[in-house]
């Protein structure tokens, strides 16, 4: 939609096909029905790919001031939560409604429940045959279809098909932005937890792989299937099978020195309830008996007091697996940008064939950084195509 809205400012004449029911559905969905549009400190560091700097040009040309300033002319509300994001007051729907209006303005013809059954390459253009029987012809083909991410939705690989088409190379492609799961065995040990959370330090910890090592100091949150909330979405953009996450559920607190603290000043106080000061009360049971620590804070060694600090502040856990593309908010991996104009997002090798948003190896962290990639790719490529 982005990318339609600027063509048709500049004269071009313009035909977006949707097989959805509605347009800009992940739009509308997003940020609990309020739409988390963009980021104040959005920038290349929040950005993961084999090439993250491939996004500076956009980013930087069309800012996340820039979508807000769109926002603001459109007199739509809005407000900061945490760490710079930015939601609706009312309805995701106002920024649908103010996309498809800018289009409607800009002469833009909108197909919905529409597929595209083939691509060709027709002279220096392309020809489309449409689920309908149709053929359309165009200069330009940009592909703005996303990732594999909710499938419910209709998301499918179908830009990564298109790309192979053209011989461009697709990056591998995971869920992302994903909440992790557990074996069996300690899945039990974490099921009696579903619902308790807490604000941790979550970071990576990979083997000989430095550039994925990160730390995100966010909410967590205990599952039946494992591990959620926002610190550990974050941190799965950058686990890997095999790995572990370590994940420090009291930080910036010396927990042996509370606990030691705790029993000289009244050592008959039973050690969970203790602990239980510091982190949720069903946290602090579970840790106390994972480690063995039972009785009064007077009856504990120092050596005990220790393991449970280390408990609590260096939690190292195996994921097995994540709950895949059925709720990963986006798909790390795509097209790749070695094979892309990052000022314009055009395809080196076949002129007039673009790739932008979610579809291209360039994926934000969580809190409307993907977003703001959209709008960002978007505005680009609809300033040449």
């Known amino acids: 939609m982005m990318a339609a809205i600027e063509a048709g400012r500049r004269g071009r004449r313009v035909r977006v096909v949707d097989h959805a029911d509605r347009p800009g559905e992940k739009i509308r969905i997003s940020g609990g029905g309020r739409c988390n549009f963009t980021n104040l400190g959005c920038g290349p560091a929040n950005f993961l790919g084999e090439n993250p700097r491939f996004a500076t040009s956009a980013l930087r040309r069309y800012t996340q001031h820039d979508f807000v300033k769109r926002i603001d002319r459109a007199g739509i509300a809005w407000h900061e939560k945490t760490l710079g994001q930015l939601f609706c007051d009312d309805s995701a729907k106002q920024i649908v409604r103010m996309l498809t209006d800018d289009m409607a303005a800009a002469g833009m013809t909108l197909s919905l429940k529409t597929g595209v059954t083939r691509i060709e390459r027709s002279g220096e253009g392309f020809k489309a045959i449409l689920s309908d029987g149709s053929q359309v012809t165009a200069a330009s083909l940009v592909v703005a279809t996303g990732g594999k991410s909710i499938p419910k939705m209709g998301a499918t690989g179908w830009a990564y098909e298109v790309a192979r088409q053209f011989d461009i190379r697709v990056t591998e492609t995971r869920p ?70 370590v994940a420090s559920m009291a930080p910036g607190r010396d927990v042996f020195e509370e606990l030691k603290a705790a029993k000289a000043s009244n050592g008959k106080q039973a050690v969970h309830t203790a602990l239980g000061h510091i982190v949720p009360r069903r946290l602090a049971e579970s840790l106390c008996q994972r480690e063995g620590a039972s009785g009064n804070l007077a009856d504990l060694s120092d050596k005990v007091l220790r393991r449970l600090d280390q408990a609590v502040n260096a939690w190292a856990v195996k994921p097995v697996g994540s709950e895949g593309y059925r709720t990963a908010e986006v798909t790390l991996g795509g097209v790749d940008t070695a094979a892309l104009d990052q000022q314009t997002m055009q395809t080196k090798a076949v002129p ?29 490529a609809g300033q040449v195509c």
């Open 176 to 245: 992302a932005l994903v909440p992790l799961t557990f074996e069996a065995g300690l899945l039990e040990t974490l099921t009696p937890l579903a619902g308790v959370a807490v604000d941790a330090s979550v970071a990576s910890a990979p083997e000989g792989a430095k550039a994925r090592k990160a730390s995100f100091n966010e909410a967590m949150l205990f599952t039946h299937r494992g591990l959620s909330g926002p610190a550990i979405l974050q941190i799965s953009s950058y686990w890997r099978e095999g790995e572990a996450v």
């Open 352 to 380: 007039g064939l673009y790739f932008i948003g979610e579809a291209v190896d360039v994926t934000g962290w969580l809190g409307g950084y993907n977003f703001q990639w959209a709008w960002s790719s978007g505005w680009a």
